[in-house]
């Protein structure tokens, strides 16, 4: 599997587009993708890294807050102008059809009965299992201020976590469990910051899962600037995992 960060920003973050991960899900020539979260200060990055809008074969959505999926008429109006053919899949939480659809007619009014590619929406609940887009998906609920589905995808026996917003709960600690690259929110180094979780909070997660690697993403920017060297010093201190802050852009292979 090959991921690479479109974005690791929270959603004011002037220099970090929203956070979004883009995952290949095959080999790397004639490589298919699916992409999680859709912030709206997404698109621009997403067309430079994946260029063909016929390789992005599903779309998650974590939640229903802007930085998450506001990019998502942006995102589909252009697959229109690209002239893209095959079916696009949607898939998130229950309303995720409802919700979705609105927000495409509210950016750009009659955009779903113009689109001439198929919208697939799917909706899942926790604990459900599904086989989607050439891999193998399954949910958890976070602890967030609105409801927020973490999501564990897996293809040849390589898995990644991808949190979505929210604080570590016994459920996405057990979704989590031994996946080769586990991507969590950590919006403050410490406290409590309402709907979040902290560095520390994502470090004793990823011990508890017995992940491999931890990326930790969505880093409030205040924190990011004026205390990075306090995270790094705090990742250093735990040598039993590999932890690191990605970039966008920057992409890891599992």
Known sequence: MRIKFIGVGEAFDEELPNTSILVGTGESVGENFILLDCGFTVPPFFWKNCPDPDRLEAIWISHFHGDHFFGLPALLA???QANRKRPLLLIGQQGTTEIVTQTLGLAYP????????????????PGRELLAAGVFWRFALNGHSRNDLAVRVEKGGKSVFYSGDGMPTEQTVSLASGVDLAIHEAFRID???????????????????????????????????LRRDDILRMVGAVPELEIFLPEPGEEYRI
Do not use: N, W
Request: without cysteine.
């Open 78 to 80: 252009r697959f229109r």
């Open 110 to 125: 009659s955009l779903v009965q113009k689109i001439e590619y198929e919208l697939r929406f799917v909706e899942v609940e």
């Open 191 to 225: 406290g409590e910051p309402p709907g979040h979780a902290t560095v520390s909070q994502a470090i004793e997660f990823a011990r508890r899962a017995k992940v491999r690697r931890l990326a930790l993403i969505h880093i409030d920017r205040e924190e990011r600037k």
